[in-house]
């Protein structure tokens, strides 16, 4: 009988050469560990779970990695990494317990990753772009902030009956530190950013229009709304694909079978 001790020791084994099996595929911790050092990835079984189930899911559509594509994207990370030269790479590899087999599948998961990517089309694009439009609203804002409510009313009076100078206003009276020595200038702010009650005001609001006075933990402001516009699509194409690609991600590691090495 092998004693509890040998037990152990070659579970440990097992446990540290495979660091994780994903739909029936094990992934050796080495190769984990390799991915990781060219890839990056701070937690190493989930950065495991992503590679893996990113590439199975590339590899059901069909997709391979041919080996000239594994070549081209070597070179590429090559000298995105400045491991142009032979020794540097090398040195590289040692520092780094890379074996050339695990360089290789790191560069071919890459591959396929883009491969997949790239199924984002530009139609499926500009139909999320169409279906969260909201969503690229922005709005240039300037902001007076004082701690009493008639003062900030009186304020308002002046830009809107006087023709005072809104920013004039801004550096005289508003108790804004950040702010208040550019003229109350808080710069192009997107939905989300700011609290329910004003983002609704200042969204539903036209360019020229001064919001408030409103309440906000003790103090009161008020805005000025300077310009109003949506990203156009083509501002944020590369944003959008990115994001619809990280739900992909998401989606291919939650439907993947996990199981412990």
């Known amino acids: 009988m092998r004693s509890s001790t040998r037990c152990d020791a070659e579970a440990g084994a097992r446990l540290i050469d495979t660091l994780i099996v994903i739909n029936g595929e094990p992934v050796p ?15 190493l079984r989930d ?3 992503r590679q893996v189930a990113v590439a199975q899911a590339a590899r059901a559509r069909g997709f391979e990695a041919a080996p000239e594509e594994i070549r081209e994207l070597f070179v590429e990370m090559r000298y995105m990494m400045r491991l142009e030269s032979g020794e540097a790479l090398k040195a590289w590899m040692a520092d780094n317990a890379v074996t050339p087999e695990v360089l290789s599948e790191a560069c071919a998961q890459l591959v396929l990753r883009r491969k997949l ?11 999320n772009y169409v279906e969260n439009r909201p969503s690229y609203d922005r709005v240039t804002l300037y902001r007076i902030r004082v701690g009493d409510a008639d003062v900030a009313q009186e304020l308002r009076a002046l830009v809107l009956n006087e023709d005072e100078s809104f920013c004039l206003l801004a550096m005289e009276h508003s108790t804004d530190a950040e702010t208040a020595h550019m003229g109350g200038y808080l710069g192009e702010v997107a939905r989300g950013e700011l609290a329910g ?7 539903g609001a036209e360019a020229g229009d001064v919001v408030g006075p409103v309440k906000v933990e003790g103090v009161w402001e008020v805005f000025l709304v ?36």
């Open 197 to 203: 009650d004003i983002e609704a005001m200042v969204f």
């Open 29 to 43: 911790t080495a190769d984990a560990l390799g991915w990781a050092a060219l890839l990056g990835g701070p937690d």
């Open 117 to 127: 990517r790239e199924t984002i089309t530009p139609d499926l694009i500009e139909r």
């Open 226 to 261: 300077h310009a109003v516009r949506t990203q156009p699509l083509e501002e944020v194409a590369e944003d959008i694909r990115e994001a619809m690609f990280q739900d992909m991600i998401e989606g291919a590691a939650g439907r993947a079978r996990v199981e412990p090495g």
């Open 47 to 49: 950065f495991a779970l």
